[in-house]
């Protein structure tokens, strides 16, 4: 060290550092203590949010405690030595973090986290003054951010309410100490000293520093907060091309081994019986739940009775609208379940050396399509299968290879494990019901071989029921979209869900026995419903995936449950493509998508909450009210120039610019006028008061604004004494006079005499514009 300081250039700086001033010092042990555990909430609520193997908190909140300690006991001491230390410190994370970055550029929240905290533990070491203090709450309160953004549930919340108490005081402090006020610890010192309970008792109540008004002030924020965020609309809030993108270690660039790309389901065989099954004749059986699907296989068997039965999480998803998570269909029937026909065409498509996006074809389809980006991270291990909305276009996966079906399905080379994490950019068409009816029926050769394709033996039986239900509408289904919806929902009406059904014997057929028995297991609707449409020559296929899940509007996720699979109909259309139908009693019939996206969604909830506590009719006629108003106001903005002018504000980095822009010359004229209208309002005020006591409320505002406010705890003479010292005599002197008047008139009924006070007043205002042209 002492070589390095004989260094002449290093020399050199070090006489220009020592003979810098010293600067001032923050003396608040309570405001660095706050500031401390307010970064160490942040740093925790980042650890909870990442759920990381590794946490931060075990060696960052150690060091900065430290770090605060040796800060505070040199904190009068230029620490040259140390701030070069630390200098060289910044530089070595810098260097760590930015080999980092490179490895994780599909997500760099968790990245720049930990390149705050370890540089905030190494800023924790230098903290002489309140400036230095306020970085380290901007750290506390970006972590807190950053811990939002990576959280999948309410796990952050409480370290967000624990940051809410700890920054009203924190505040407090910081804004004494940039008034240059006494320390707050010397002032409760002082009062300890003076023994005196009735007054100690008094200032600690009316100290802005109580738990009551921090309390308070806590509950009013809290509730201002749940209020704008229940009224706050929701937007696609996906604005750039850089997508979450993470696996555990030994994922990465996993191929398919020995061109192997069937689909491996932990809880089935290949063939669709149930693993393990002692029977072992492929007809089912109960066996043992393991919260499996079975639906998620090259082959499933529906002669099986395995309800999931035990409820647990799968995904969360962070979608910019709802949908139906698909994952598999099928086309060809075998008469007690469903196989992909095709399984031998299936085609690897490879990533993008540079990042690890996947480019999948889209058919060719006329329909209005709107990109709808979904990010997907895995809570349980699940088979090789890759959920998404229909028609994905890119894929954002971190092995080296997927597979893709002739069903337009996507397979991974390995079981989607806990803590995977992927993201889907969908090209979804719109539903459009007047498009769709006047598709027609010219399906292209492959469409009809294989969507087509049903027993003849069976084809006959199915289309007189199909017919015998669509008559029950009472009027003519012109076209297959209108065949479609209104068979759907006569499934629905006249076929029940029945779990006690006996399993078939081989060579049994599953439509046969539901439509003899009146209904059948959920995703037997399903099955009938396919069959039915094909006797119809309206091609349709099985598929199965997840539906939407629960919403939860604290974290923006769909929670998505294993008992959330199950089996619908996609029905083709020619130019538009495939369309989703739901024929399970208990399920729309279409399911929800983009379309039924409501921003307003969260005060819908709460609505829903607070309309169970009243009567129905009241809940009836603010319903409609409110569903009114909102029409109203969505019709304005999406339809006009109005609307244009919204598209381009949300739709673009540009026009946000331009947006926020906007907004803050609106806010700024709009704060002008407020002042203007209240000024207005206030000399409307004044002009209808007594000449007396208008002219002593004059006198006031002429003094508030020269920095002498009355506090209303005040009465006049207590005011004019509190004057007395900081008055010249004779502008001292107009301030009693006035305020004495006013008092007699008040108090004692008599008139004074308004010429000579307003001609005093008139003095008073030229003594202080004299006095402000000598200064």
Not at 323 to 339: C, I, N, P
């Amino acid at each position: 060290m002492q070589q390095l300081r004989n260094n002449p250039t290093i020399r050199e700086l070090i006489e220009k550092m020592e003979a810098m001033p010293k600067p001032p010092t923050e003396e608040s042990i309570l405001f660095r203590t706050l500031v401390q555990i307010m970064v160490i909430v942040g740093i925790i609520a980042t650890d909870v949010a990442a759920q990381s193997l590794y946490p931060m908190s075990i060696w960052a909140i150690p060091l900065s405690i430290v770090g605060a300690i040796v800060s505070w006991r040199r904190r009068k001491k230029k620490n040259i030595a140390l701030k070069i230390a630390l200098a060289m410190g910044m530089i070595i994370t810098l260097m760590i973090f930015l080999g980092n970055l490179v490895q994780s550029l599909n997500d760099t929240r968790l990245v720049l986290a930990e390149f705050l905290v370890q540089l905030q533990v190494l800023h924790s070491f230098d903290l002489p003054r309140r400036k230095d203090l306020g970085y380290s709450m901007i750290i506390g309160l970006i972590l807190i951010g950053v811990s939002a953004t990576l959280s999948q549930t309410l796990a952050f919340a409480p370290w967000l309410l624990a940051l809410l108490l700890l920054g009203i005081p924190t505040l407090v402090l910081d804004y004494r100490s940039r008034m240059g006020l006494n320390v707050w610890e010397e002032n409760f010192r002082q009062l300890k000293q003076e023994k005196n309970l009735f007054r100690q008792k008094q200032l600690w109540q009316s100290s802005p520093l109580s738990p009551k008004k921090i309390l308070s002030l806590s509950l009013i924020i809290l509730s201002l907060g749940l209020f704008i965020f229940a009224i706050m609309p929701r937007y696609p809030s996906y604005q750039i091309q850089s997508f979450p993108v993470s696996a555990p270690e030994g994922f990465e660039n996993r191929d398919f081994q020995g061109g192997d790309r069937s689909i491996v389901n932990p809880g089935y065989n290949p063939d669709g019986t149930l693993r393990g099954d002692i029977m072992g004749d492929g007809q089912g059986g109960t066996g043992v739940d393991d919260g499996g699907y079975y639906g998620f296989n090259t082959t499933i068997n529906q002669n099986t009775n395995n309800l999931i039965t035990e409820r647990k999480i799968l995904f969360r998803i962070r979608s910019q609208a709802p949908g139906f998570w698909r994952v598999l269909s099928f086309d060809r029937y075998t008469g007690q379940g469903w196989e992909i026909s095709r399984e031998d065409q299936t085609i690897d498509v490879k990533r993008n050396f540079w990042n690890y996006q996947f480019n999948i074809s889209l058919p060719a389809i006329t329909a209005e399509t709107k990109k709808i980006i979904q990010t997907y991270t895995v809570v349980r291990d699940l088979p090789n299968i890759i959920p998404a909305l229909s028609y994905p276009q890119y894929l954002y996966f971190p092995s080296a290879v997927i597979a893709l079906d002739t069903e337009g399905s996507m397979r991974s080379p390995a079981g989607l494990i806990e803590g995977l994490t992927y993201t889907v950019i969908s090209r979804v068409p719109y539903r459009s019901q007047t498009d769709l009816q006047l598709a027609g029926d010219n399906y292209p050769d492959t469409i009809a071989k294989y969507y087509l394709d049903i027993p003849p033996s069976a084809k006959e039986n199915l289309r007189e029921k199909a017919e015998e239900l669509m008559v029950k509408a009472g009027r003519e289904l012109p076209s297959n979209y209108d065949k479609a919806l209104y068979l759907a929902q006569a499934l629905k009406q006249n076929y029940q869900v029945k779990t006690d059904n006996p399993l078939l014997e081989e060579g049994e057929d599953i439509i046969t026995a539901f439509l003899a028995n009146g209904g059948g297991f959920p995703d037997q609707f399903a099955t009938v419903y396919t069959m039915m449409l094909r006797a119809l020559d309206i091609p349709a296929r099985f598929t199965v995936g997840f539906a939407s899940g629960q919403f939860n509007p604290f974290t923006g996720y769909y929670i998505v449950h294993n008992t959330d699979a199950h089996a619908l109909t996609e029905v083709y259309f020619p130019s538009y493509g495939w369309f989703y139908f739901d024929p399970l009693p208990g399920h729309e019939i279409i399911p929800p998508s983009f379309q039924d996206d409501n921003p307003f969604g969260v005060l819908g909830i709460f609505w829903k909450w607070i309309a169970g506590w009243l009567p129905p009719p009241i809940t009836a006629f603010i319903t409609a009210l409110f569903s009114t108003i909102t029409d109203s106001i969505l019709n304005i903005f999406r339809g006009g120039w109005l609307g244009k002018l919204w598209q381009f504000l949300t739709g673009s980095f540009l026009g946000i610019l331009v947006g926020v822009l906007g907004l803050i010359i609106v806010v700024f004229f709009g704060w002008l006028g407020f002042l203007a209208v209240r000024k207005f309002l206030y000399r409307n005020y004044l002009s209808r008061l007594n000449p007396t006591e208008k002219l002593y409320r004059e006198m006031l505002d002429l003094l508030k604004e020269k920095g002498y406010p009355k506090l209303p705890s005040q009465t006049p003479k207590e005011y004019c004494e509190s004057l007395r010292d900081f008055l010249i005599l004779e502008q001292w002197e107009i301030v009693f006079l006035i305020s004495n008047n006013y008092v007699q008139w008040r108090y004692g009924d008599i008139t004074p005499n308004m010429d000579y006070l307003t001609s005093q007043y008139q003095l008073l205002k030229k003594s202080f514009a004299q006095l402000s042209l000598l200064k």
